[in-house]
């Protein structure tokens, strides 16, 4: 079963969005860690309310913060420190979509960051969106990940801005499964659609 964890070269990049469609996609388990603010309207209730499929299982948090903001900082406010070895991935025997919080270096204590909780066995996805600064960041997001040992994937949001696209793609060699295209509204109709169209990548991956 494959496990895939989505991170993003900044925060709102859409990561969830992107989440929810390889979910569907799947038929995937969904697992965020680390869920800092919007605890009535997490990013777990917003794929769950994403996806159509009946079989997918949305595992709780191992850490839900109240404050949105950094997981260290909204830890400290909370009066916690995150251990990473509470952070464990959920049982099942179904493929697992893991959410990260922010970008790839977030922090969430004195020592750890996002980077920590990907294993060797994951396959990474990471959520580029066109922005001023944001060839740079993708471009550092994917040297860090090579750095430590991972091949990761990119998948585009947002619309489309083909200069910056070719130029992380020509620039890392990353192989690049879609775009998700600006929408009015996303809603369950829309992810089905974009579920479809990757699902032949991401079972590829």
Do not use: C
Not at 25 to 50: I, T
Not at 171 to 193: A, L, Y
């Amino acid at each position: 079963m494959k496990r895939i964890f989505v991170t993003g070269i900044s925060t709102e990049v859409g990561k969830t969005i992107a989440s929810a469609i390889i979910v569907e996609a799947l038929e995937a388990d969904y697992w965020k860690p680390l869920q800092a603010g919007d605890l009535d309207r997490s990013d777990s209730h917003k794929v769950r309310n994403l996806i159509s499929n009946t079989k997918t299982v949305i595992h709780p948090n191992s850490y839900a913060l109240k404050t949105p903001m950094s997981p260290h900082a909204a830890a400290e406010i909370d009066g916690i420190e995150i251990a990473k070895e509470n952070i464990m991935e959920p049982r099942t025997d179904n493929h697992l979509v893991i959410e990260g919080a922010g970008g790839l270096l977030v922090p969430l204590n004195d020592t750890d960051t996002i980077a920590d909780l990907i294993k060797t066995n994951y396959k990474v996805v990471v959520v580029s969106r066109h922005y001023l600064g944001s060839i740079n960041h993708s471009l550092l997001t994917i040297e860090a990940l090579r750095a430590r040992g991972m091949e990761p994937v990119i998948l585009f949001s947002g619309a489309e801005h083909p200069t910056t696209e070719s130029i992380i793609l020509s620039k890392t060699g990353i192989r690049g499964i879609g775009r998700i295209p600006e929408e009015d509204h996303f809603n369950r109709e829309v992810i089905r659609k974009y579920a479809s169209a990757f699902r032949n990548s991401l079972i590829a991956l």
